[in-house]
């Protein structure tokens, strides 16, 4: 991620390059010649995506954005710690509810969670019991609500699809018969 984010967003960084190679008239064409090694292209997979206008210049603006737009979607994400804690929940409460919420998502059967619970914590801090008790109850319940919304839309769409079907060989029985 760190490598992304050094790329650079000059335009006329290689300029040097693109200005002994011909340019197109009109348009954007695909930047298919030596200006980068074997070895650069096939390590960052971004050289694949360089256009070159009519004017001579690469387009890195739109692998800038790009990047720009992943570390923003970064920098915004939040985890249930923190933004418990934004709330005015006291830490001992989000510890608990995270550890909770794992064990309560493993224990409806997620393949991502996982069975955490400090013992010796939950017995002494009751903040830290009672966030562990919430997140297992919240996380279990909201995976075994989707697990439910999965198997009825699942088995709502075998039975539209057997109601569709049998419609379509009575329709044409009746075309047959006449």
């Known amino acids: 991620m760190l490598a992304m984010a050094s790329l ?3 335009l006329n960084d290689r300029s040097d390059a693109i200005a ?18 074997f070895h650069e292209r096939l390590t960052n997979p971004l050289l694949d995506f360089t256009y070159r206008s009519s004017n ?13 737009a992943v570390l923003m979607l970064i920098a915004g994400c939040q985890t249930t710690h923190e933004d418990l804690i934004a709330k005015g929940y ?8 995270d550890d909770g919420c794992s064990s ?8 991502t969670g996982e069975f955490r619970k400090n013992v010796p914590r939950y017995l002494k801090d009751k ?10 109850r919240q996380c279990q319940a909201m995976r075994e609500s989707e697990d439910r919304e999965d ?6 769409d075998e039975r ?8 379509d060989q009575d329709a044409a029985r009746a075309f047959r018969s006449q």
């Open 8 to 10: 650079r967003c000059n």
């Open 20 to 37: 002994s190679k011909p340019a197109p008239t009109k348009g954007f064409r695909y930047l298919t010649d030596s200006s980068h090694s």
């Open 56 to 68: 001579g210049r690469e387009s890195e603006m739109w692998r800038c954005v790009g990047v720009v």
């Open 90 to 97: 006291p830490p001992a409460f989000a510890d608990g509810f």
């Open 104 to 111: 309560g998502r493993q224990a409806a059967g997620a393949i």
């Open 127 to 136: 903040q830290y019991a009672e966030g562990w008790s919430d997140g297992f």
């Open 151 to 156: 198997y009825r839309s699942h088995h709502w």
């Open 160 to 167: 539209e699809r057997a109601w569709q079907q049998q419609k």
